[in-house]
């Protein structure tokens, strides 16, 4: 099976503008989580979708929002970009059912000039 | 709320010397405990979990954790460190929620492999 894959892999963009990430999960996996991992705040927990619906949510601002289809592939969504948003963003996968491990893309470099 | 302690930010071992990476986690409830590894530029990868059962376990590269309940914590062990070993490791915990588990991860510990 492929894994899970995140396009793009490396963005620059500058402050005040919008991003769009996607990540593709495992085939069959119906659950996709977002992380962020920065030096100073390690890695936390953006939110989870299931089935086209958002089950959990950290604490992050509105301006990060995210979306699953229908094939279960997910984007998340930076508004107004700010310098502190400079980050690896992570997708992982999994099942979604009772407990499952969740498998990790490789991250989307991005970078709030 | 549960969360994770990694005391070591950095732990520097010479090869084929034994190592521990500590971890202590915090929550009111029962909990699942996982160490991943991150090699640059490379997302996570799972190097062992531990859900229910015995408290031992082993996971890939030769790696081992011990869940200890009454001190809250799920120390990685390896008896013999290797090269290829360089990477930061990632203690996490979740509560159990059916399916909707969400990671609380530490800040990490860069392993150095000294040859």
Known sequence: KAGVTQTPRYLIKTRGQQVTLSCSPISGHRSVSWYQQTPGQGLQFLFEYFSETQRNKGNFPGRFSGRQFSNSRSEMNVSTLELGDSALYLCASSPGQVYNEQFFGPGTRLTVL | ?115
């Open chain 2, 1 to 115: 709320a549960q969360s994770v302690t990694q005391l070591d930010s950095q732990v520097p071992v010479f090869e084929e010397a034994p190592v521990e990476l500590r971890c202590n986690y915090s929550s009111s409830v029962s909990v699942y405990l996982f160490w991943y590894v991150q090699y640059p530029n490379q997302g996570l990868q799972l190097l062992l979990k531990y859900l229910s059962g015995s408290t031992l376990v082993k996971g890939i590269n030769g790696f081992e954790a011990e869940f200890n309940k009454s001190q809250t914590s799920f120390h990685l062990r390896k008896p013999s460190v290797h090269i290829s070993d360089t990477a930061e490791y990632f203690c996490a915990v979740s509560e159990p929620n059916f399916g909707n588990e969400k990671l609380t991860f530490g800040t990490g510990t860069r392993l150095t492999i000294i040859p």
